[in-house]
T-cell receptor, first 119, second 113 residues
Framework: EAQVTQNPRYLITVTGKKLTVTCSQN?????MSWYRQDPGLGLRQIYY???????DKGDVPEGYKVSRKEKRNFPLILESPSPNQTSLYFC??????????????????FGSGTRLTVV | GENVEQHPSTLSVQEGDSAVIKCTYS??????FPWYKQELGKRPQLIID?????GEKKDQRIAVTLNKTAKHFSLHITETQPEDSAVYFC????????????FGSGTQLTVLP
């Protein structure tokens, strides 16, 4: 089954304790991205990657790191988490070519989400 | 950077009526506009998308229209059903792809039986 897998689904941690949220996709997608979702703010992009070893900042990258050493994996790293990083996080992937011709879909497939609480 | 505004934030309609959600974007270079549906406790899922070389796209009961001159696009849902109740997000990208999507703040749609 084509999917984006995130782990863990839920995580409670303390301020300053480094953590990693893993993301893996089995669709051979070039693009991968991390978003955080907060009430009233929609989904805000943290980082995205266009392919292996190619990453770039999104709209809210402060306090986060990513790496793309393999095409299928795109982990999100919080070196020193703070309470303002408490949020729902989504990983997503997309093909670069799209599907279906000139009106093809380029939409992201999202993972199930990781609810992070930093106390 | 791109800024996407979405209205209304909440919308209630009677079952069978139509629902319209509107979004505006700021960057005239944006050329890809998807819509996502997020049911409670679940992940966002793409329901329809449109590229800037067309003005309208339909898929059964849902349609998206795009006005490039005014920089706005809308989602239309006809013959609404209770299962259409969800949060809907619009988004825009100027890369012609999903990689750097900017999302609106979402619309909570409630379809009343």
């Amino acid at each position: 089954e084509a999917q984006v897998t995130q782990n863990p689904r839920y995580l409670i941690t303390v301020t300053g304790k480094k953590l990693t949220v893993t993301c893996s996709q089995n669709m051979n997608h070039e693009y991968m991205s991390w978003y955080r979702q907060d009430p009233g703010l929609g989904l805000r992009q943290i980082y995205y990657s266009m392919n292996v070893e190619v990453t770039d900042k999104g709209d809210v990258p402060e306090g986060y790191k990513v790496s793309r050493k393999e095409k299928r994996n795109f982990p999100l790293i919080l070196e020193s988490p703070s309470p303002n990083q408490t949020s729902l996080y989504f990983c997503a992937s997309s093909t670069a070519q799209g599907t279906g011709g000139s009106q093809g879909s380029y939409g992201y497939t999202f993972g199930s989400g990781t609810r992070l609480t930093v106390v | 950077g791109e800024n996407v505004e979405q209205h209304p934030s909440t919308l209630s309609v009677q079952e069978g009526d139509s629902a319209v959600i509107k979004c505006t974007y700021s960057d005239s270079a944006s050329n890809y506009f998807p819509w996502y549906k997020q049911e409670l406790g679940k992940r966002p899922q793409l329901i329809i998308d449109i590229r800037s070389n067309v003005g309208e796209k339909k898929d059964q009961r849902i349609a998206v229209t795009l006005n490039k001159t005014a920089k706005h696009f809308s989602l239309h849902i006809t013959e609404t059903q209770p299962e259409d109740s969800a949060v809907y997000f619009c988004a825009a990208s100027k890369r012609g792809s999903a990689r750097q999507l900017t999302f609106g703040s979402g619309t909570q749609l409630t379809v009343l039986p």
